[in-house]
């Protein structure tokens, strides 16, 4: 009898860490590798301004976020204690992947190596991703580039210490750039201007630097301090002669839509396109689900229905929403299906985001409309059943149980059998928070964007009317009929049915807004802004 072996468990390898660079606070300066690294993490560990939202945009729904910004009763952690808290993590999620997200630059005052001499004393492997710093993002979001002709040297200084480091930018040909909490950054400039850097030295301080939010004003080092303490964090100065450039190069402030904040009611993962596009307008969405989407309240026939697909029932399926999409991928997992049950189908989609659904399933429709994306212009392109062409004349609709008749009805008359089955109910959503229905009717919002009939219906019917003050902007005609049937004054038409082109009509309109203002000498301002009582600041 051969004796026993003992045998020893497998260390427990911690998790591998990756320091990534957040960025100064727009989400679409992040690069390309850290999100790549996020949507791969187990745990991110998150503090300031780098905050939860940005890594939920792109971790994985099971992803832990880890608050090392504050202790458990609220106080400020040190950078020891982060350093602690990181390695836990990496320790709690065994041959996994941390992702450690910092404010802009990880090497640039973030405590990158207090934590990463942590990881290294406790054998825990690491990599570093460069990030985009607020020291070069927030001035070029500002209009004010760091050097120019005149101005050779950029010095840039951190407050927080006792006797803040000056003397490198009291020349006058040295951009000084200074960051920190507001009332320390106040006196960092305060001590260069004792330092012997003129009093009349141009200065722009901005307040949440590339976001939305942001806000620049321009004066002069003399009276930079008090601005600068007024600020709120995170705030940034840049001193010297190129601020005077920013009267000419500001791109960001002047966006069409910057400022405004934008109703949008659709659930959040229908209005991805249309949030996107706000942001690329300077706006920002808030989101409210006006429908709620659930399954059938009977499944059998969508069951027999997907069952048909695999066995050669149909000639064609059509998607007329990406809901659609949705529900038949959701039934195509729950029978252990894929993308390849569609071979031998043909496929359509009623517009480019349906069929932007189907190709990150891995299909690429056969039919897509160029003009009219709705149920009309799908029937448009659709080609009628010919018996020596088209082996079979059924076609599988999986739509929502208060789709119209027009698609079932001309499919018909062009000869197809068509089985019309309700793939997903809508129902109205539950009311959104109080704070949220009084910012609808009090005119908080400058826009609403409405993209159905059903959005306005449900809309008033869960939240109440927009003010009047707030610009309405729909997709279409039917579905502007029914804003004015609902007592609402529509001022945007989408050129066409699009999420796209319903964001840049309002964009148009937001610019026409200002240069007619400018042209009566007037300092435009949103229209949330001209209500009675509003703090009415220039756009």
């Not at 745990?43 to 940005?54: G, T």
């Not at 952690?77 to 808290?85: E, H, M, V």
């Not at 750039?177 to 960092?188: E, I, T, Y």
Request: aromatic fraction near 4%; include cysteine; charged fraction near 20%.
């Amino acid at each position: 009898m051969s004796p026993t072996r003992s045998t020893t468990p497998s260390p427990r390898i911690p998790a591998r860490v990756a320091f990534v660079g957040g960025g100064p606070g727009d989400p679409g300066l992040l690069t390309v590798r850290a999100t790549e690294l996020l949507a791969g993490a187990d745990a991110v560990v998150i503090d300031q301004v780098a905050r939860e939202e940005l890594a939920l945009r792109h971790a994985r729904p099971d992803v832990e976020v880890v608050d090392a910004g504050h202790g458990d009763h609220g106080e400020r952690l040190t950078r020891a204690s982060r350093a602690k808290l990181l390695v836990r993590a990496a320790k709690a999620h065994p041959g996994g992947l941390v992702v450690r997200l910092m404010d802009g630059d990880p090497t640039v005052f973030n405590g990158l190596a207090e934590e990463a001499q942590a990881l290294v004393k406790a054998g825990i492997s690491f990599e570093v991703v460069p990030g985009v710093s607020s020291i070069t993002a927030v001035p070029a979001y500002a209009g004010i580039p760091l050097t120019s002709k005149s101005s050779t040297a950029v010095h840039v200084v951190v407050a927080g210490g006792a006797t803040p480091d000056v003397a490198g930018g009291v020349a006058p040909s040295t951009t000084v750039v200074v960051l920190g909490q507001p009332d320390r950054a106040a006196d960092a400039l305060l001590a260069l201007a004792l330092a012997g850097r003129d009093p009349a030295t141009p200065v722009a301080v901005t307040e949440r630097g590339t976001s939305t939010e942001q806000r620049t004003v321009v004066t002069t080092l003399a009276e930079a301090p008090a601005a600068m303490a007024a600020g709120s964090f995170p705030v940034l100065a840049v001193v010297g002669e190129t601020v005077a450039l920013r009267e000419t190069l500001s791109w960001f402030e002047t966006k069409p839509l910057f400022g405004w904040t934008v109703l949008v009611p659709r659930t959040k993962e229908q209005s991805a396109s249309m949030t996107a596009r706000l942001e690329h307008h300077g706006a920002t969405a808030d989101v409210v689900p006006t429908i709620s989407v659930e399954p059938p309240r009977t499944p059998q026939q969508l069951e027999r229905a997907v069952k048909g697909m695999v066995t050669g029932r149909y000639e064609w399926v059509g998607f007329t929403s990406v809901n659609a999409v949705r529900a038949i991928r959701e039934k195509f997992d729950e029978f252990g299906l894929d993308a390849r049950s569609f071979a031998g189908l043909k496929v359509a989609a009623v517009g480019g985001v349906t069929a932007d659904a189907l190709r990150e399933w891995g299909i690429n429709p056969d039919l897509v409309p160029t003009d009219e994306q709705s149920a009309h212009g799908l029937l448009e392109v659709w080609p009628p059943f010919d018996p020596d062409l088209d082996p079979i004349d059924r076609v599988f609709l999986p739509r929502a149980d208060i789709a119209t008749d027009t698609l079932v009805a001309g499919l018909q008359q062009n000869g197809w059998e068509v089985d019309d089955v309700t793939a997903y109910r809508t129902v109205r959503a539950a009311p959104p928070p109080q704070p949220v229905r009084d910012a609808i009717k009090g005119g908080a919002f400058d826009a609403v964007l409405f993209t159905s009939s059903s959005t306005v219906r449900n809309l008033v019917g869960i939240a109440g009317k927009p003010h009047p003050d707030t610009i309405v902007a729909c997709i279409g005609p039917a579905t502007a009929k029914t804003a004015e049937e609902h007592g609402l004054r529509v001022d945007v038409l989408a050129p066409e049915p699009s999420a796209v082109a319903l964001v840049d009509a309002l964009a148009d309109h937001g610019r026409s807004l200002a240069l007619a203002a400018a042209e009566a000498g007037e300092v435009a301002v949103r229209p949330s802004q001209r209500r009675p009582g509003s703090r009415k600041r220039a756009t």
